[in-house]
């Protein structure tokens, strides 16, 4: 990979904030108490601004692989790095506020910030489509695996971008219906999907740059990078056959 231009060394800060206000509020947690799970708690800054960070520093990374335009990637970047901080920020403000910020709709304001909510990630789950469309469409370049490993990140995410969909129509249409508790206590079937398959971006393609790293043969690290991703399908289905046992 080359040096990080302006716009990705920007892109990198972004997620490192990120990363460091779902540390902050780790803190937070440990100084307020509270609950850590239910709609209302720390969890929701922490587990949100830590993800959110890592995934953004993540995508920016493996995206250099993708053979796409330099425009169009900045601009996908750009709104993405944008719906990373705006999904942070509205979850954070909500938690702040001591009331959920997903499926909210007790007052016009919660109501905006739960629709926000709700429209970023339908904005993420379309540019990450783009991004695993794009990769399957030309070979990403490269040391041995990495292509592999990119394509299948990317597939895997996409599992994690259709749990989280699931999850946020289901507890629509059970708050539209008046059962607001039920869905709050809806999505937690496929939380560990969602958790699970969420950042195998990260993961496989790290596996494939550090492997580049050694001074293995590029069939050894062809073949443990497939042994990777085997065993993180693995996980993946086993946390699907949870959700589907527990739906």
């Not at 997620?15 to 803190?27: E, I, K, N, Q």
């Not at 946020?168 to 039920?182: D, F, N, P, S, Y």
């Not at 206590?185 to 790293?213: F, I, M, N, Q, Y």
Request: net charge positive; with cysteine; aromatic share 8%.
């Amino acid at each position: 990979m080359k040096n990080p231009r302006p716009a990705e060394r920007l892109w990198h800060a972004t997620g490192v904030l990120l990363v460091l206000s779902g540390l902050a509020h780790l803190v937070v947690f440990a100084v307020d108490g509270g609950p850590w799970d239910g709609p209302v708690s720390w969890r929701k800054p922490v587990t949100f601004g830590l993800s959110f960070g890592v995934t953004l520093v993540a995508v920016t990374r493996v995206t250099s692989y993708l053979r796409v335009d330099p425009r169009l990637r900045t601009a996908l970047l750009t709104v993405f790095a944008a719906d990373c901080v705006v999904e942070v920020g509205g979850i954070t403000l909500q938690a702040w506020r001591r009331v959920p910020s997903h499926l909210n709709m007790e007052t016009p304001f919660d109501t905006a910030v739960s629709m926000t909510l709700a429209v970023g990630g339908a904005v993420l789950v379309a540019l990450l489509t783009v991004f695993a469309v794009v990769s399957f469409r030309h070979r990403p370049t490269g040391p041995a695996g990495m292509a592999l490993a990119v394509r299948s990140g990317f597939a895997i995410l996409l599992v994690a971008l259709a749990s989280g969909a699931a999850m946020i129509a289901r507890g629509v249409v059970l708050t539209r219906t008046g059962h607001q508790e039920a869905a709050y206590h809806s999505t937690a079937p496929l939380k560990p999907l969602h958790g699970v398959s969420l950042h195998a971006v990260l993961v496989l393609p790290a596996l494939a740059w550090l492997l580049s790293r050694t001074s293995w043969s590029e069939p050894t690290r062809r073949r443990i990078v497939t042994a990777a991703v085997g065993c993180y399908a693995a996980a993946v289905a086993a946390a699907g056959v949870w959700a589907v046992l527990t739906y």
